[in-house]
């Protein structure tokens, strides 16, 4: 990971603004994200535009256009093979939790868990095929994918740029924060279905008061 991160960082021009491209784009369409981070090869975009080695807008647009692109890929590739890639020898490499995790989200949420999963790490690298899986539809899922693209990438290029020399620190901050999101979604998650639970088995007495037969019967009772 070191060497990749010092590889980045030596390059400039249009080599940098490839490289800030590929990494996002990888991320979702091969699951690359689950050995590096996008976020932090746009982080570092970030770093290289406050060095001067290659334009602010440059390095947000090579952001977006690799985050689009790739979740668009991830999205179409979880729709015709998803279910395939994850029974195959290399889907046991993906953690069933961070599976059934954005399956809930997504089924709950739709198009605004495409958005906020951009955000989450344990996430980022799965919602979109699973969204294909799922059988979103592809005009909900392009509009979220978009805005979500979009956000991520100027919401990271810039926190690189803000930080410069101490990019190290804000990477590691948006790391711990990924997780957290997710933390905080299965969380939610449980209560939600645990509430539901509980309000489902508080309404079934009632249920049966109100039930024809148990009416009669009680009528019953009395008269007798």
Same mark, same amino acid.
């Given at each position: 990971?070191?060497?990749?991160?010092?590889?980045?960082?030596?390059?400039? $021009?249009?080599?940098?603004?490839?490289?800030?491209?590929?990494?996002?784009?990888?991320?979702?369409?091969?699951?690359?994200?689950?050995?590096?981070? $996008?976020?932090?090869?746009?982080?570092?975009?970030?770093?290289?535009?406050?060095?001067? +080695?290659?334009?602010?807008?440059?390095?947000?647009?090579?952001? =977006?256009?690799?985050? #689009?692109?790739?979740?668009?890929?991830?999205?179409?590739?979880?729709?015709?093979?998803?279910?395939? #890639?994850?029974?195959?020898?290399?889907?046991?490499?993906?953690?069933?939790?961070?599976?059934?995790?954005?399956?809930?989200?997504?089924?709950? +949420?739709?198009?605004?868990?495409?958005?906020?999963?951009?955000?989450?790490?344990?996430?980022?690298?799965?919602?979109?095929?699973?969204?294909? =899986?799922?059988?979103? +539809?592809?005009?909900?899922?392009?509009?979220?994918? #978009?805005?979500?693209?979009?956000?991520?990438?100027?919401?990271?290029? =810039?926190?690189?740029?803000?930080?410069?020399?101490?990019?190290?620190?804000?990477?590691?901050?948006?790391?711990?924060?990924?997780?957290?999101?997710?933390?905080?979604?299965?969380? $939610?998650?449980?209560?939600?279905?645990?509430?539901?639970?509980? +309000?489902?088995?508080?309404?079934?007495?009632?249920?049966?008061?109100?039930?024809?037969?148990?009416?009669?019967?009680?009528?019953?009772?009395?008269?007798?």
């Amino acid at each position: 990971m070191s060497f990749v991160t010092n590889t980045l960082l030596s390059l400039h $021009g249009v080599v940098a603004l490839v490289a800030i491209f590929i990494f996002p784009a990888l991320e979702s369409s091969v699951f690359l994200g689950f050995v590096f981070p $996008g976020e932090t090869a746009v982080l570092l975009g970030g770093v290289l535009a406050y060095e001067h +080695r290659i334009p602010l807008a440059a390095a947000m647009v090579a952001a =977006m256009a690799g985050a #689009i692109i790739g979740d668009t890929v991830g999205y179409w590739v979880g729709r015709e093979f998803g279910r395939r #890639i994850l029974d195959s020898r290399s889907g046991r490499l993906i953690k069933k939790e961070h599976v059934r995790t954005a399956e809930d989200f997504i089924a709950r +949420r739709g198009g605004f868990g495409v958005f906020l999963g951009r955000f989450a790490a344990a996430l980022r690298a799965i919602v979109p095929g699973l969204a294909g =899986m799922s059988g979103m +539809r592809y005009r909900t899922f392009v509009i979220f994918n #978009i805005l979500g693209g979009v956000a991520w990438a100027v919401t990271f290029t =810039m926190a690189g740029y803000l930080a410069g020399a101490s990019f190290r620190t804000v990477e590691s901050v948006a790391g711990k924060a990924g997780y957290a999101l997710a933390a905080v979604l299965v969380l $939610g998650i449980v209560a939600v279905v645990l509430f539901k639970r509980r +309000r489902s088995a508080g309404a079934q007495p009632a249920l049966a008061a109100d039930d024809p037969a148990t009416i009669i019967e009680a009528n019953r009772t009395e008269e007798a």
